[in-house]
C-alpha cells in the first residue's frame, strides 16, 4: 500500500537493531497508510529538523528510545520541545528503561506518553495498534 502525501508519516528513533526490526515488521504487518522515517540515534533524529523546516512532512508522532549513542532521547526530546514549530509534535517514549528518573525526566521535558517495550511480537502488534489508532487517527494535530 502506497501511502498518501496527505498522510504524515510516523518517526522511529531506535538504536538497537533487534528492536527496529521488531518495531517495523509491526507497522508492516498494520499496513499503515504512514511512512516510518527512522533515525537510528539522536544525532540523525536532530538531522531531521532542517528537513522539517524546508517544508518534509513532520510525523505524526514521533516514537523515540531513550538510551542512545552520541545524543540521548532525552536530550532529543529537550531540543524537539524548545522549538518553536516542532514542539507540539507528540512523542511517545518506547523503551526498556524502567527506571524512575528516566520516567520523571521524560515527563519533565514534555514526553505525551511513556511506553515499556514489549518483549513479545504478539504484545508489540498490541502497542503498534494502540500508536496508530490514537496518534495517527484520533488525535488531532495542531499543524
Not at 498522510?7 to 526490526?21: G, H, K, T
Not at 545524543?71 to 524537539?80: A, C, D, F, M, P
Request: glycine letters at 4%; aromatic letters at 8%; proline letters at 8%.
Amino acid at each position: 500500500m502506497n501511502p498518501s502525501p496527505q498522510v504524515p508519516p510516523i518517526m522511529l528513533v531506535e538504536d538497537n537493531p533487534m528492536d527496529l526490526d521488531l518495531t517495523l515488521r509491526a507497522f508492516s504487518k498494520k499496513r499503515l497508510g504512514n511512512n516510518i522515517l527512522v533515525a537510528r540515534d539522536g544525532e540523525e533524529a536532530l538531522a531531521f529538523f532542517p528537513r522539517w523546516e524546508a517544508g518534509d512532512p513532520i510525523p505524526a508522532v514521533i516514537l523515540l528510545d531513550i538510551n542512545m549513542p552520541k545524543v540521548s532521547g532525552l536530550e532529543v526530546l529537550r531540543q524537539l520541545k524548545a522549538h518553536e514549530r516542532f514542539r507540539r509534535i507528540p512523542v511517545v517514549m518506547l523503551t526498556s528503561s524502567r527506571e524512575d528518573r528516566d520516567l520523571k525526566a521524560a515527563y519533565d521535558l514534555g514526553v505525551n506518553s511513556y511506553i515499556e517495550k514489549p518483549v513479545s511480537f504478539s504484545k508489540f502488534m498490541e502497542v503498534a495498534d494502540h500508536i496508530e489508532l490514537y496518534w495517527c487517527v484520533l488525535n488531532e494535530r495542531p499543524y
